[in-house]
């Protein structure tokens, strides 16, 4: 089954210099570094984003966000890119069989949406732990 081979070296490398300069910008931004859960939390995100769990980063974003909930005011807008991430969430976790949000064709004919959806969903996760940080739009996702 290709969904379960290795990403290519170039992919894998694509993806993982992609999350390390989000690293990177969020780092220089001078907030305090995040909790021993959320690095430990992190690094699992980075790891399934690279491998290309889509869904699972997700998931994983979705925790790391839900835990910062209440640390810093957030703005209407901040509210509205946060639901996004909650509703795919609740979807992926709570299924509905007559309309499920993924499915097994999703890997071959939808990967460039879900790999989309993984990237926002990163950019959401090092905004809650970084939200001082100098990161890029949700347009300047690639």
């Known amino acids: 089954m290709e969904q379960l081979d290795l990403p290519s070296d170039e992919t894998w490398s694509e993806r993982r210099f992609w999350f390390e300069d989000l690293e990177n910008a969020a780092g220089q931004s001078g907030a305090p570094a995040p909790s021993e859960q959320a690095c430990a939390l992190m690094i699992d995100l980075q790891a399934a984003f690279c491998a290309g769990a889509f869904s699972a980063v997700v998931v994983l974003a979705a925790a790391i966000v839900e835990a910062q909930a209440g640390r810093t005011p957030e703005d209407p807008q901040q509210r509205k890119v946060r ?10 976790v709570h299924e509905d069989r007559e309309s499920p949000v993924i499915t097994v064709e999703d890997h071959w004919l939808r990967r460039g949406e879900w790999e989309t959806a993984a990237r926002r969903s990163i950019l959401l996760a090092f905004n809650a732990l970084y939200p001082d940080a100098d990161l890029p739009e949700e347009g300047e996702l690639a």
Do not use: A, E, P
């Not at 639901?83 to 992926?92: A, G, V």
């Open 83 to 92: 639901r996004w991430l909650q509703d795919l969430r609740n979807k992926l």
